[in-house]
């Protein structure tokens, strides 16, 4: 696959709509045609200033960037924002400013209708809004059940915006003593048809953050994250229709925090980094897994051609999976190639089912 036109980081915004791959930076832009392997410059973004990471989300016909602004490094607030882009027009967008507080950590997903945002809110407490694309606007949510936290994870089932994870407190120094984060277990649905949120059971799991949410179709899948500086590599899926959460098989990759894809029928698990590191290229990886839920079973996938690397743009595009930038090569920059791996379908007939 030949490299970008553009220049991008691992904290940049990408989003695949089915047919391409839309990658923002803020002073750069572009798009994939994954299955032709061609690049194209697309009109540059409005200029919205500097900030930690965006959230990226299709929805049908627009890619919206949103960022909760994070931090800097003296700890101030950046300032929240979201820029929307579509394709079809090769027009951006500003979109109007959410209610929610800028400072990082919020988590979100697309119903088909709505961007589902949570997260902390004022004086500690946790906050919950939805916008509408289509009349640029924002609406507040009941908070819901869970405490405020940072590095959560979110699906969409469907029906339901499913939250779990996370971490509060802690990870500072007072009075010359470092205090560790709480990490959590708990988690929670919010129903947009009846505007109401549940408590789901607590996962049997040692809680975490900064873990992976994947959604199948029937069961939220919750792999890997970060506890106690230690990257962790086991998980467990939650099916909403029973209310009941069961333990993944041990896999047999290397415990890291590593980029996902949901291929119809597997979880695709490609690269990512299992250590911490002063240089964050250090320890990454370039191998990968898929994960069957209906088997409960692992196996590897073949070898790509792509050095080790984090932070990826991670997307089944139908056909393969695409794998595109992340960081850091032994300048400590930014790579700007990618591949597609052809994931070969598992063994399994059509039609079987786990034991």
């Not at 030949?2 to 798009?31: E, Y």
């Not at 996370?166 to 500072?172: C, D, L, M, P, Y």
């Not at 975490?208 to 949410?213: G, L, P, S, V």
């Amino acid at each position: 696959m030949p490299s970008s036109p553009a220049s991008f980081n691992w904290v940049a915004g990408s989003v695949w709509t089915g047919k391409q791959a839309i990658a923002w930076n803020n002073s750069d832009s572009a798009s994939l045609d994954a299955r032709q392997g061609t690049w194209r410059t697309i009109r540059p973004a409005p200029e919205i200033g500097r900030h930690m990471g965006f959230a990226s989300f299709w929805t049908g016909q627009e890619a919206l960037f949103w960022d909760d602004g994070g931090l800097d490094q003296g700890g101030d607030p950046l300032g929240e924002l979201g820029v929307a882009y579509d394709p079809a027009e090769d027009r951006w967008r500003r979109i109007a400013p959410s209610p929610l507080p800028a400072g990082g950590g919020h988590v979100g997903a697309w119903d088909g209708h709505e961007l589902l945002v949570w997260g902390p809110g004022a004086q500690g407490k946790a906050e919950a809004a939805a916008y509408d694309p289509g009349a640029d606007r924002w609406r507040a949510l009941p908070p819901g059940p869970l405490s405020a936290r940072s590095g959560a994870d979110a699906v969409w089932t469907g029906t339901e915006f499913l939250l779990w994870g996370g971490s509060r407190g802690g990870g500072k120094v007072v009075d010359g003593e470092f205090v560790p984060p709480t990490f959590l277990v708990d988690g929670a649905a919010y129903t947009p048809a009846t505007n109401t949120w549940r408590r789901i059971p607590p996962a049997p799991l040692r809680p975490r953050d900064w873990n992976t949410a994947l959604w199948t179709g029937k069961e939220m899948i919750i792999w890997g994250g970060t506890a106690d500086f230690a990257f962790l590599g086991d998980g467990a899926a939650y099916d909403p229709a029973l209310d009941h959460w069961r333990l993944l098989k041990e896999a047999p990759v290397a415990r890291r925090s590593s980029g996902v894809a949901w291929d119809g029928r597997e979880m695709l698990v490609w690269g990512g980094v299992g250590r911490t590191d002063d240089k964050l290229g250090e320890g990454a990886s370039n191998d990968g897994f898929a994960y069957d839920p209906s088997e409960d079973s692992w196996r590897a996938l073949p070898q790509g051609p792509l050095a080790p690397r984090i932070g990826t743009l991670t997307a089944w595009t139908g056909a393969g999976l695409l794998i595109f930038g992340g960081c850091c090569n032994e300048s400590d920059l930014d790579y700007q190639d990618g591949a597609i791996l052809k994931v070969a379908p598992s063994c399994r007939a059509p039609g079987s089912r786990a034991k």
